[in-house]
């Protein structure tokens, strides 16, 4: 490892989803670090050739502005088919120095990066390939918990039992069709006829049909409802999650199903149209694991041992970083 007063350095590097940078920032985090973030942002063509296809030129390492100018960093947590050729870009300019940590199945095999992390789910294993039931996050127990010493007002002045209502949108496997958004927005109007407050969450991805209908249904003082029109910084993501009494969440987004399971209180997943059999193993497993079960308009009371795979999957990365640099402080062998 390097010298104690010598920080590790870290990038976290992706095209900026959400879904793709704050898994990463959730693993970097755990394992102490503060990050760099770069995001990429490759033209169409390059977009479409990854992730084995090359970087965009114009952000090559020695281009103005390039997202992978060096120096280049000890660590690089990446995500994100477009992330993709320029961590091994990086990899390969910096002469193997760098230490890659890749989440989610890259598409091209275990080479890929130095460490993989996917979910259980997905079929990609190897010697350097980590699995776990749910995605890392930000959501440590420990956030959790000073959250729920000092819940957000709009959050704390909630009547119990407290519901937080985590909803998606169309995404690559799921729609809301018009019967779907009937179908949840009836579901949602029996839990609140039932005595229950719903503090809502809704994402730049929810139809505008069903947005509509969380309006009418999250009116205040009685209920929240954050508007993704508003400024991000004002999502009481955190004190939501924190104070409630249970989850309705939308299985559109795994991410948001396994940062609900790091709660440790019911979650209940209302499943749109489509779906994909990867999702349906994931929402199987977490069933099987007691965290789950389907919403249907009501309150259930189990219990269950909160998930979360964070700092299992930083502390794999920080062992494996730590063989890395010693070899690269070593050099190759003498002959």
């Not at 579901?187 to 969450?201: E, F, Y």
């Not at 409630?244 to 997943?269: F, I, K, Q, R, Y």
């Not at 099987?288 to 794999?316: H, K, M, N, W």
Request: hydrophobic share 40%; charged share 25%; with cysteine.
């Amino acid at each position: 490892m390097p010298a104690e007063s010598t920080p590790l350095s870290c990038w976290v590097l992706t095209d900026g989803k959400a879904g793709d940078e704050t898994p990463c920032l959730g693993v970097a985090e755990a394992m102490g670090l503060t990050p760099d973030i770069r995001r990429v942002r490759p033209r169409a063509l390059f977009a479409l050739l990854g992730p084995r296809g090359p970087i965009d030129p114009r952000e090559a390492p020695g281009r103005p502005g390039s997202p992978i100018a060096p120096p280049f960093p000890d660590l690089l947590i990446a995500s994100g088919r477009r992330a993709l050729p320029y961590m091994r870009a990086v990899r390969r300019a910096s002469a193997g120095r760098t230490f890659t940590l890749f989440l989610k199945d890259p598409r091209i095999g275990a080479e890929a990066a130095d460490l993989i992390w996917v979910q259980e789910h997905d079929r990609l294993r190897g010697p350097n390939v980590l699995t776990s039931l749910t995605a890392p996050h930000r959501l440590s127990a420990a956030k959790l918990s000073h959250a729920r010493a000092a819940l957000d007002p709009r959050i704390a002045r909630l009547a119990r039992p407290r519901v937080a209502v985590l909803v998606g949108g169309d995404s690559r496997h799921h729609r809301f069709e018009a019967d779907d958004i009937v179908r949840l927005a009836r579901s949602l109007r029996d839990l609140a006829a039932s005595g229950a407050s719903l503090a809502v969450t809704a994402s730049r991805r929810t139809p505008k049909d069903l947005l509509d209908e969380l309006r009418a249904l999250a009116v205040p003082p009685r209920h929240f409802l954050w508007d993704p029109s508003e400024p991000p910084g004002d999502n009481p993501y955190l004190s939501l999650l924190a104070g409630a009494d249970a989850v309705v969440v939308t299985a559109d987004s795994t991410n948001m199903v396994g940062e609900a399971a790091a709660t440790g209180v019911p979650v209940l997943v209302f499943e749109p149209s489509g779906g994909h059999p990867k999702i349906r193993r994931f929402l199987d497993a977490l069933i099987r694991y007691g965290a789950v079960r389907p919403f249907a308009g009501r309150l259930e009371e189990y219990a269950y041992q909160p998930l979360d795979s964070t700092c299992e999957i930083a502390e794999a990365a920080r062992v494996a970083l730590a063989r890395h640099l010693a070899a690269v402080r070593r050099g190759p062998p003498e002959f």
